[in-house]
């Protein structure tokens, strides 16, 4: 069945999708603004507090409206696993791979409203983004001063993970640091088929500082059966298959624990992570190759 504009040609596809997203973003954007101005105007936490679940509110409506959007316009055929028994009301750190813009659309798809906003650790640089970089700022989003010292950084990101005990959230970490390309692939002779190599200090950072309050591990497995597209890509297409696997994995103690200076402790992780890793590679290995097969199967 056409979508509302699935006939239109491509790039005029791509222009009304993108025009629906930015006047969806405005709109909420400026609720946001000023519940970000009333929640600075007092210093007490528990006013601060009803305004910073204000805000992740407005947050879920903005992403709701997004996810309307793209019901609209696109027939995307989803296979997505692993989602059951999730809670808007628990903590959760969600790792994934990463290949594309779309990567986020599509996780704020999927786990709309079934686990808590996602927030994820931000470049300085993106502040300065219009509209965006006032909204993260409004919501909370740290911004993190890349420096030379990696010990600085993760020591940044412990103390923005203070400000996440307040509140049900989701940590979102692309655990890769980058976007996959085959270049990055070659250049960084990845062990991974399909996969850059993890980086392991935010995640590490997060569990060892909020490993009380998180309920799961969410490792998520993106793939486009049909070829990875970027944004601009997706906002002029019409249809696409998005496959998703979620596995739900424990919070354990044994994930708990001084990453900064405990040197036994950082060898053992390193070592879960790069298993999670191993096992996310076949897990995109298996769904390519069926896809692979299925086009091939005759009619």
Known sequence: MPKLW????????????????LVNTIVW?????????????V?????????????NDV?????????MGLDLTKDIRWDVEGIEGLSADRWYLLVCNHQTMVDIVVLQKVFHRKIPFLKFFLKQELFWVPVLGLAWWALDYPFMKRSSSGRRDLETARQACEKFKLSPVTVMNFVEGT?????????QSSP???????????????????GGLLDKILDVTIVYPRGVVGLWTFLCGSSCDITV?????????????????DRGFRRRFVDWLNGVWEEKDRTIGAILERARAESTEPL
């Open 179 to 187: 976007r996959f390309t085959p270049a990055k692939h070659q250049e």
């Open 6 to 21: 699935g006939r239109f040609p491509a790039p005029l596809r791509g222009v009304l999708s993108l025009g629906f997203i």
């Open 29 to 41: 954007s400026v609720l946001l603004f000023l519940i970000a101005l009333l929640k600075a105007l």
């Open 43 to 55: 210093p007490h936490q528990g006013w601060r507090g009803f305004w910073g679940r204000a805000a």
């Open 59 to 67: 947050a879920q409506r903005w992403v709701g409206g997004n996810g």
């Open 245 to 261: 696997r979620v596995r739900q994995l424990p919070v354990t103690a044994d994930l708990q624990g001084d990453f900064l200076s």
């Open 192 to 210: 991974y088929k399909h996969l850059l190599k993890p980086k392991v200090g935010g995640i590490a950072v997060t569990l060892g500082t909020m």
